[in-house]
């Protein structure tokens, strides 16, 4: 009775409990399964209103990690990625893009929701191309988060499902 209809609508980016958190903690898990936590800018999307966007450079541990499972885990931290005591954790999964468009529609979103800081950063890119430095490619996370919060999966050795790993033979 209490499980939502299959025809009853996704909930709205920016009607779920973390579009209103300054940070989240993404964890994405090894190929071990062991989970690996990122504090990250966390916007709803402007272009998809039941997903979130995470701007983040590409190459890095969370975009090999996503590459080989789309788990996540998403809890509301502080800019140094401490979790409240009691914070709710949501399950959920996570896609990589890196095609311009699609990063450039995940900037958009950051940028609409954090402003000036989000666009130091591209300043602080323009500034930095300017004198020879670099800009490493930027890559899009795009997460979908369950409604309602879940136990954390935890790994440390077993896959990022909830069950307890595997069973001994009898």
């Not at 999307?45 to 983040?56: K, N, Q, R, T, Y």
């Not at 969370?62 to 590459?67: H, I, V």
């Not at 809890?75 to 709710?88: L, N, S």
Request: hydrophobic share 35%; with cysteine.
């Amino acid at each position: 009775m209490d499980e939502p209809d299959a025809g009853d609508a996704p909930v709205r980016a920016a009607d779920h409990p973390l579009a209103s958190a300054r940070y989240v903690a993404l964890t994405t898990f090894r190929r071990t399964g062991r989970p690996v936590t990122t504090p990250v800018w966390f916007a709803p999307s402007l272009d998809d209103p039941g997903v979130f966007a995470v701007i983040s450079v590409d190459g890095t541990g969370k975009t090999k990690r996503l590459a080989h499972t789309d788990t996540v885990d998403l809890q509301a931290c502080d800019i140094r990625g401490r979790v409240a005591p009691g914070a709710p954790t949501f399950r959920g999964t996570a896609r990589v893009v890196r095609d311009a468009g699609a990063v450039a529609s995940v900037r958009r979103a950051v940028v609409a929701k954090y402003g000036l800081p989000a666009r130091f950063s591209d300043l602080t890119d323009s500034l930095g191309s300017r004198v020879g430095l670099k800009r490493a490619p930027r890559a899009g996370i795009l997460v979908t988060a369950d409604p309602t919060p879940g136990e954390p999966r935890s790994g440390r050795g077993r896959g990022p499902g909830p069950g307890p790993g595997p069973v001994p033979d009898a």
